[in-house]
Structure formats: C-alpha cells, structure tokens
C-alpha cells in the first residue's frame, strides 16, 4: 500500500490509492485476465504548478490522465478535485465540473471531428453545457480562442483536415480552454508533433499558464521536455508510482527514476556521463507481482523487494520514493 | 468557399448526371401517371388483346388489350413506393439498432447481432417469401417484408461504422467537455457514419425494386388490376411467343430503373467523400 498524502489546500486534485483494471480474454474453458494499468496510486496535483508524469509506454500514464478526469472509472480509489470526490457526483454535477477540467489530446489528427468546421468545434463546449449565445456573442469567443492560441480568424471556417497537426493542435488548445477551465490534462501534447512545433506548442502552453493560471498534468515520455517544462516529475513503472521528484533540479534516488532519466541524451559531449544499462525485461503486465514491479531489473534489488511492495515513502521535500534500497 | 453539396457535385459528374436524369423522368411518371399515360391502366380492350406496338399502343397491348405503356408508367408508382418506403423504414431502424447496439454494447449489442446474423445468412427473397407466407400478400405486406428482408445489412452496416468512430479521440473529447450519449451519437457518430449507410440505402432501392418485382411475378405483391411491373412480366410469360413485347417492356423499365439507380449510387460515393471535395478546393 501507498501512504496516501495528506490533502493541502493548495492541492488542486488529489488523487488516492487510484486502481484500474482492464481484462481481456476469457471464453470456452479459458480464464479471463486481468490486467492493472494503473496500481494503487497516489498522488497530489498542487494548484498553479506543472505535475509531469513520465514512464515508458505502457505505464499507464493515459490511463492515469482518463482516470483523474473521469473519462475512465477507478476499479478503486479517489480521486478528489477541489475537494470534491468525483466517483459521487452524479451526472449533471459532473457536467458542470467538467467546465473546469479539461483535457489536450495526444493525437490532434482525430481529436476534432473531421465533419465540423473550427468554429463549430469551438463552439461546441458551450452548445454540450446548455449555453446560449447570440451570433455575436459566438463571434466574439471563437475570435478571443483562435487568437489566444495564435491561429489566424481565416482559419475558422477550415476543416480540420486543411490544416497542420500544429494548427489541429493550437484548435485542441483552444477547445479545451473555451470553458475557461482551472485544470487542463495534457496527455503527450506534442508526441505527434514535428519538433520544431512542439517546441512552439510548449511556448503557447507555458505563457497560456501564465495568462490564466491554470494548473498542469503534464502526461509525457519525453524526459527532456518533462524537465524542462514541469515543476514535479511523477515516474512511473507498469502501473505504479516509482518515485515524485519535487523539481526539475531534483536527483532522482529510485534506480528505476535514475536509469530513465539517465537515459537522456545529453547534447553536450563535455557533460555526458557513462549511462546506466538496463538489464531483462519488463514483466508482463498481466503478472502479479507481489513485491517490487522493478525487482527483475534492478541492479540492487534483494530478496525482500521480489517479496514485499515498497511504500512510497517521504525523503523530505516532498520528494517521495518506493524503493528498499534508495540510491545515495 | 464553396458549400459541401454532395448531391450537386454527384450530378455534375457524367453518370451521375445521365443517371440523375433517368430516374427524374421515372420519378415524373410515378407522380403524374394520370397525366402522362395516353390510356387509363385497367380499361380492357378483349378484341385489341396482344396487339404489336403500333402508333395507337407504343408498346404494343397485353393478354386483355389493355396498353402496355400506359400501365408501365402506373407501374413506375407500385415500384418505387414500395421499393423507396421500404428501404426508408430499413434505413431509419437499421441505423437506430446498429448505432444503439454498438455504442451501448453488453446484451443488447449480442441480441442484435445474434438477430441480425442469422437473418443474414438466408437470402433477402426468401426472407421476404417466409414473412409474406405469414402475413399474406398485398402491397403493404411486400413492404413490410422488403424493409426486414434489408434491415440486417444496414444494422450491420451501421453498427461496424460506430464500433469504429466510436473511439475516435473526438467523442472522449466531447465526453470531457459534459456531453451525454444522445448529443455524441446523433451530433458526431450518425453523422459521420451516414455516407456508407445512405449509399448502401441507395443500392439496395435498387434490388428491392427486383425484390418486389420477384414478388409480383409470383403474385404475391400488388393484386389485379393494380400495375407493377414484376406481375406484369409473370402475366407476359403465357404469351412470350406470341407476344414478347409484353414481358420485354416492363423487364426493360426494371432494368433501366436499377441500372440508372446503381449509376447514381456510384456517383454518389464518390462526392460524399468529404476528402475528395475540400481536396479540389
């Protein structure tokens, strides 16, 4: 088990003991498997800051994104926004708390549908809440969304498809802040992006944050940019929470945290360092595994992390770690 | 920018336009039948019976000398009514299960699919003949046969479109924004899964056209003296030596019809494409 931090009032989202399982297979004489994506999470999104969570793919960060805005319900767990556990709103409260959570999507070539033109796209938010405009009212919000997110007002009566996967994305932007939200889940924003865009997307999420004081959940595999854009680093391995460095600057202590990491490429010849390999391989992640879900690969691992689940465990700082054996 | 108008740009195209204007004109006799027929389509003529086509009868009379022409174009209004109600009905209810059964899922998803696979797996005319046998012959139960007979192509149809729009990063997108189901389904799923389910719709008027005319040669459809063209053909089989004019004619206006039908569909898919149009622009 986690240890569940306590609830500040300067956390925006607080997310606790969060399980979500998925099963697949079962029929004639075969069992169904279970699989958890995300395992006993716990975690706190404190407001006005950028929370990264980094990992490889298949760590259950998407999951983790759905799971926090209730696009996906928890097996178990909580998650609570602004106080207020959102497995116990009931479908119109949730429509209105939806206002305030919103999310960027990974792939802006399908995240707006191919038969709505810009400004039907961005309109729609308000037209899904129950709330009326006047033609000049629509006018006016979609002119203040298209420039905010620095798109042309030429560009709103395109179709998404007459424009660039930067465009799409800055129209994903644009959407997901039309409600004018506090919270915005950016589920890799720029994986699908040349990057020489993303590094203009990062930019526009940056100064947005600025402008209008939103809070982050950074979900991300590129640890360069985790880095550089995130106050608090997440890491996460198959589903759990490794290890929550409390900034950028922070030295990772998990052997896990410190291998990924590590594994950055460095552009200075100068600086670089001889990086730590990685032995075996990640377990299915159908597997039950009692003990530590790194066990198999860490140099360090003893007979007790195969045996016992580390809890995640405060150094100070808020800098938590689930390991036995913490590097020095 | 120009406005998607899928319909223009179908007519526009060669086949679609030559199509387009063939069933304009069979569309013209069905509704204006009494102002376009030279004669009225049941007023007997015994000693004029089996007539070759001459200037009085163009297409020549049949086995009571009734004019074959002018029952054709009675005929055009038995065909179309049913094969275009039917097929509407078929579209309207396979679109609601298909769509109901795939975004909703769990019992109701199997049900369906159970329903509809089986009833896939026999031909539409003997689907029709079964329902027919049961509810007994007339023009409202060739109806109600064609439109089940149908319905499990487009269910399946629509469900296979949903199963897969249904995961789009769109619909989870407008989930976060606090829509519910009804706005996801009929403002982005139907929507995008209509253009094969229409076509599809427009293909099949054109078998149920053959469907009901199968029927009416076996003389399960439109009783005498109403006209349509498959009992006409069945009638005309007695006198195909004799006179051939009499199954040739309404077999023409059949093949014509669907022939015309099948073009437009075609053409149809091609301007529906939502790429190919702003790719012109």
């Not at chain 2, 108008?5 to 526009?12: E, Y």
């Not at chain 2, 009833?119 to 005319?125: A, C, R």
């Amino acid at each position: 088990m986690g240890i569940a931090p306590a609830t500040k009032d300067d956390d925006l989202v607080t997310i606790t003991g969060l399980t979500r399982e998925f099963s697949s297979g079962g029929g004639f004489l075969r069992p169904r498997r279970t699989m958890r994506a995300v395992n006993d999470v716990s975690l706190d999104v404190p407001r006005g800051k950028v929370t990264g969570v980094v990992g490889e793919s298949g760590c259950g960060k998407s999951t983790l994104a759905r799971l926090v805005l209730r696009l996906l319900e928890a097996t178990t767990g909580t998650v609570e926004f602004d106080g207020k556990d959102l497995a116990a709103q009931s479908q119109g409260e949730m429509r209105k708390l939806r206002r305030q959570m919103q999310m960027v999507f990974q792939d802006p070539y399908s995240a707006i549908d191919p038969r709505y033109t810009i400004r039907r796209a961005l309109l729609e938010p308000f037209q899904v809440q129950g709330e009326a405009q006047t033609a000049a009212e629509a006018k006016a919000t979609v002119d203040e969304l298209i420039s905010m997110v620095g798109l042309s007002p030429r560009m709103m009566e395109s179709f998404p498809h007459q424009l660039s996967g930067g465009q799409k994305q800055r129209v994903g932007i644009a959407r997901a802040l039309a409600l004018r939200p506090t919270f915005l889940v950016l589920d890799e924003p720029t994986a699908s992006l040349d990057v020489s865009i993303q590094a203009q997307i990062i930019d526009l999420l940056e100064s947005l944050k600025e402008e209008l004081g939103l809070t982050y959940l950074f979900i991300s595999h590129d640890l360069s940019l985790v880095r550089y854009f995130c106050d608090r680093v997440v890491v996460m391995y198959l589903g759990r929470v490794m290890e929550i460095l409390p900034g950028a600057e922070a030295r990772p202590r998990h052997h896990y945290a410190h291998a990924l990491l590590d594994s950055n490429f460095e552009p200075d010849p100068a600086r670089r360092k001889v990086v730590t390999m990685l032995g075996g391989e990640i377990p299915s992640p159908f597997a039950t595994i009692p003990g530590c879900a790194f066990a198999a690969r860490c140099p360090a691992a003893s007979e007790l992390c195969k045996r016992e689940r580390p809890p995640l465990a405060d150094l100070g700082n808020g800098h938590m770690i689930a390991c036995h054996h913490p590097m020095d | 920018m120009a406005a998607f108008d899928p319909i223009k740009t179908a007519i526009r195209s060669p086949r679609g336009g030559v199509s387009a204007a063939v069933l304009l004109l069979v569309m013209a006799c069905a509704l204006f039948a009494p102002l376009i027929a030279p004669y009225a389509y049941d007023i007997q003529n015994l000693p004029g019976s089996n007539a070759d086509p001459s200037v009085a009868h163009w297409m020549g009379t049949d086995e009571f000398g009734r004019d074959l022409m002018s029952r054709i174009i009675y005929g055009a209004r038995t065909s179309l009514t049913v094969a275009v109600t039917a097929i509407s009905i078929s579209v309207v209810a396979g679109l609601t299960l298909g769509a109901m059964a795939a975004y909703f899922g769990g019992w109701f998803d199997r049900a369906v699919t159970a329903v509809v696979d089986l009833t896939w797996s026999f031909p539409e005319i003997l689907i029709a003949l079964i329902l027919i046998a049961i509810i007994g012959p007339g023009v409202g139960s060739v109806m109600v046969a064609i439109s089940i007979a149908y319905l499990a192509q487009f269910t399946r149809l629509t469900r296979a479109q949903i199963m897969a729009l249904k995961n789009e990063t769109y619909v989870e997108a407008t989930t976060n924004l606090g829509a519910g189901h009804f706005h996801i389904i009929f403002r982005h799923l139907l929507p995008n899964a209509l253009t094969p389910v229409i076509v599809a719709g427009m293909l099949a008027t054109g078998d149920a056209i053959i469907l009901e005319a199968t029927l009416g040669f076996f003389g399960l459809g439109a009783q005498p003296p109403t006209p349509s063209w498959g009992a006409m053909m069945s009638s005309g089989t007695a006198q195909i030596f004799i006179a051939p004019w009499i199954i040739i004619f309404p077999g023409l206006a059949i093949a014509i019809t669907v022939i015309s039908i099948n073009l437009f569909g075609d053409a149809l898919i091609e301007s529906l494409d939502i790429h190919n149009h702003l790719r012109s622009v």
